[in-house]
């Protein structure tokens, strides 16, 4: 256990880094700087993340010290307070960057905090699920709820930010890149592809879940790529697809009828890359849609173990699955909207911004 002044210098120092402005970049810049990754510009990167990522991940930890309604003290938050102040803290006792040797080092230091930071989601999840617990279920919220719920979303979105600044830096030391990969960043991604492997993830799911998995149907331009983020579109569409196979196996296996397939179309657009998943699953309750996008709802009657003991990819659960996936479209500028006819099904609609010509800076 640390001493009482170090405690209190590492505190101090989190205050100070935690008030400085945070720098934001583009995906343009991005793509054109990572499009060269000599020794010097690998070297310009570390040392820019040396001093952004300390600010990032003090703001984080400072807020995690100070949320509404206890759940600053609950197990799961404060486990992974301790991962941020881990991370502050190694970044922070790391000296200057000055060398390609230091670069390395320095790389293979951040690999290690994008590893300890893996769990965040869930962890955070599981701490919020025991708030509900103990609040007596969703029926007994109390005012000022929406805190937990504003809180959340800035939190993930820059955890976000913060793994998509280490993802990069990290990937751009792969000495044989695929044609048109750089980075994290796949100038000629195949959205058709994508579908088609996300789906495949949810179906397994599905079958370990529920012993059978409903079709999925995907229509659209086998040829037709744009640059996105393959990891972000995969994660989107795996949590869309997964909750329509999940909604419709559950509305049909004690049924006669064999259950139709889960559809996923494509569109080429203007502006956007539209991608639409469409299920049979009986919908959601229009009183119900208002909810699908906060994190303390559950579709699932059974949420997973507070105590932690589930293995692997749960169906449903954590409540943090759609809120989740709309921040990683709307990280580039996009949108997730969902549509529901209760009695028949759901569309959900993810719009993707084009990647290429973005300068805005991202958060």
């Not at 001093?51 to 486990?79: N, Q, T």
């Not at 994008?114 to 103990?134: E, F, I, S, Y």
């Not at 991608?275 to 949420?303: N, Q, V, W």
């Amino acid at each position: 256990m640390a001493s009482e002044p170090v405690a209190r210098a590492v505190a101090e120092e989190l205050a100070r880094w935690g008030g400085m402005r945070q720098t934001g970049v583009s995906l343009r810049y991005m793509t054109e700087f990572g499009a060269r990754p000599t020794h010097r510009n690998l070297l310009l990167s570390a040392q820019f993340l040396h001093k952004e990522l300390p600010i990032r991940i003090a703001r984080r930890a400072l807020d995690l010290e100070s949320l509404p309604f206890g759940l600053s003290k609950k197990p799961a938050v404060l486990k992974v307070r301790d991962w941020y102040l881990d991370s502050f803290r190694d970044i922070r006792y790391f000296p200057e960057v000055r060398s390609q040797e230091d670069e390395l080092a320095f790389t293979q230091m951040i690999k290690m905090i994008r590893v300890r930071h893996a769990n965040v989601v869930p962890t955070m999840a599981l701490g919020v699920q025991q708030l509900k617990k103990d609040m007596g279920g969703t029926k007994a919220f109390p005012s000022g709820i929406e805190e937990i719920h504003q809180f959340l979303d800035r939190f993930y979105m820059s955890r976000i930010g913060i793994r998509m600044l280490i993802g990069q830096h990290v990937a751009l030391h792969d000495p044989d890149p695929e044609p048109g990969v750089i980075g994290l960043i796949n100038t000629r991604l195949s959205p058709m592809q994508v579908a088609r492997l996300a789906s495949e993830d949810a179906r397994a799911i599905c079958m370990r879940e529920y012993g059978s998995a409903p079709d999925v149907d995907i229509y659209g331009d086998p040829d037709f790529t744009f640059p996105y983020v393959i990891t972000h579109l995969h994660l989107m569409m795996f949590e869309l697809v997964k909750n329509s196979l999940r909604a419709v196996q559950e509305r049909f296996m004690d049924s006669d009828k064999h259950a139709p397939p889960v559809r996923i179309i494509v569109a080429d657009g203007a502006e956007d890359v539209t991608i639409k998943i469409s299920d049979e699953g009986g919908g959601i309750p229009r009183s119900g849609l208002p909810r699908i996008f906060t994190y303390l709802y559950s579709t699932a009657e059974h949420p997973p173990d507070l105590d932690g003991h589930n293995e692997g990819v749960t169906m449903a659960g954590y409540g943090c699955g759609l809120p989740i996936s709309r921040l990683y479209a709307r990280y580039f500028g996009g949108d997730l909207q969902i549509i529901s006819m209760e009695g028949y099904g759901t569309d959900a609609y993810l719009h993707l911004s084009r990647l290429g010509d973005s300068e805005e800076p991202l958060p």
